[in-house]
């Protein structure tokens, strides 16, 4: 991303995340401006404080003026907590906000998208570049409503006192310019790499935590951290550099008010000694000049804070940018029921031609079959029929009613998809099962007869209250295979999409996992990817493919009969018993 692609970051910050509370800003922008306003009165305090109390000695305005400065600290305890309060709730509902709503729009992206932007580059960005958000709030509105009030009342003090010290004063100032704009630069550039490395380490960490057990059957430990410790390494050059450059501004100022108090004193000194100016005087132009300090410093990190939250703004703004390409038609027709047709349908990714005029018929009420060897094409079909990818050309429809001209969630309602790679959620059996579903007792235990999840449940001692552990990783695969039957059963969706596996089922899971399946398809029209003879020979339909195409057509009988590609498979791996896969997954 170039630095010009996002202009107007609070722009948009203001519109879409602070504009809604901004009565709540109103309020804290009044006790920031009171917060900085009292260092003010703090310092112009030191001239009565000097001049009548200890100079003239006047024991009555002490009370007074003591009073004063006790009222002056109280205000600013009150209304910094008030300020600090109110930023914290606002800049955390926005940053929640944020977040929630870029997790919502990245579920809405292409499928294609997700496949060139891997899972930890876009959770670093939806859980650290967000809080960019905070930074602005801490940093920046802070500066602006305290700071620069807090400077402006000190200012107005050592005006009133003596215009010809302030600029003697602010000698120094012309010094800074060039320098916070080459800091800036190298902010902006030291930031970018730094948030580009913490999203490839993420990606990595997101890599080695779910790929977690081949990395230690393939002894891949050390290797990968090293790649992380690669990173890391850079990464602290990184962050190195980005602070150095946001250190430097305040630096400067440190400087630029030495070289003002050093002016002031040898410009003013000379004044007092001569009688022109008192020492209360004197006294509270140093003491503004000394209060000026802090804020002025903290102003000088507005520039490299703000530069920082920039890109971490843009690249959530990027996001936001990016838009769906698959999306539901403006006026969508309602599903269809009836067989499903491909049509001459041909898809490439990039130059590799995927289908080549794929044309294939699966009856409803039916199961087809789709067997064939791995990479013909067969998960390709499921994509294209739930519209996860489009084709380039061709048509598929359900009874006479495209898919592309369906609104695209009521048309994956019309699928229930069963896998191997059944998708379980780090939460309790019964939610994997509901989804949030509001589903009735008796509906929700003949689902568990029916998807033979009973018959393993019973045996935990929680029940359906048992944790499935990250991704489902507490149960056997024939377990996860049944939950997701289960929740097929309660979707009841009119069509099924089994992708079988080959090998993670032993002999009797696999009949409990089969019984499951022929209850869940019964009098709906299944599409299977086929791996076990058995659902090959029970399919009312087999369909083979091979690069693309449907190749062979028939029952197992009519295929075997032909003594084609069917045949060949079947004569391959039937030597290797009932159980052996038909076609490679
Ligand atoms: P099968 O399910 O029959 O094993 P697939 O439908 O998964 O085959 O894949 C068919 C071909 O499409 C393969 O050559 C695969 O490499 C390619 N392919 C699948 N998805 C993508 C993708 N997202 N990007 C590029 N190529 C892909």
Known sequence: MSDNAHKGSFGWLWRGYLRPH?????????????????????????????????????????????????????????????????????????????????????????????????????????SNDTTAVRNVGNVVITGLGRDVVALISLLAVVLWI??????????????????????????????????????????????????????KLNRLEEYQSHRFDSLAHQRVKAEVRAQVGRATVPALIDVMTGIGFFAVLVYGGREIIGGEKTVGEFMSF???????????????????????????????????????????????????????????????????????????????????????????????????????????????????????????????????????????????????????QDVSDARLQAALKAAHVADFVKDFPEGLETPAGPRGSNLSGGQRQRIAIARALLRDSPVLLLDEATSALDTKSEAVVQAALDQLSQGRTTLVIAHRLSTVRKADRILVMTAGRVVEQGTHETLLAEGGIYAELYRLQFAEGENAPISAP
């Open 22 to 126: 901004w009565p709540a800003l109103v309020l804290a922008g009044i006790f920031m401006a009171l917060e900085g306003s009292m260092l003010g009165f703090l310092s112009y305090m030191m001239k009565p404080m000097f001049d009548t109390v200890f100079i003239e000695g006047d024991g009555s305005a002490l009370w007074l003026v003591g009073s004063g400065i006790l009222a002056i600290f109280l205000i600013r305890a009150l209304t910094s907590v008030g300020q600090k309060l109110i930023l914290a709730r606002v800049t955390s509902a926005a940053i929640y906000r944020m977040k929630t709503r870029l997790t919502a729009h990245l579920m809405r992206l292409d499928t294609s998208w997700h496949g060139r932007n891997p899972p930890g580059a876009l959770i670093e960005r939806v």
């Open 162 to 215: 003596d215009w010809q010290w302030t600029l003697v004063a602010l000698i120094g100032t012309p010094l800074l310019v060039a320098p916070t704009l080459l800091a800036q630069r190298f902010i902006r550039r030291a930031t970018t790499q730094d948030r580009q490395l913490a999203q490839s380490m993420t990606t990595r960490l997101d890599e080695v935590f779910h790929g977690i057990n081949p990395i």
């Open 286 to 436: 140093f003491t503004a000049m000394a209060l000026a300090f802090e804020p002025l410093r903290r102003l000088g990190q507005i520039s490299g804070a703000w530069q920082a939250a920039k890109i971490s703004i843009g690249r959530v703004r990027e996001f936001f940018d990016t838009t769906p390409s698959l999306t539901s038609p403006a006026s969508p027709r309602a599903p269809g029921t009836g067989d499903i047709t491909f049509e001459d349908v041909r898809l490439s990714y990039g130059d590799a031609p995927v289908l080549n005029g794929l044309t294939l018929t699966a009856r409803a009420g039916e199961t087809t079959a789709l067997v064939g060897p791995s990479g013909a094409g067969k998960s390709t079909v499921f994509n294209l029929l739930t519209r996860l990818v489009d084709p380039n050309s061709g048509r598929i429809s359900i009874g006479d009613v495209p898919v592309a001209e369906m609104d695209l969630a009521a048309l994956r309602n019309q699928f229930s998809m069963v896998s191997q790679e059944a998708l379980l959620f780090d939460d309790s059996l019964r939610e994997n099962i509901l989804l949030g």
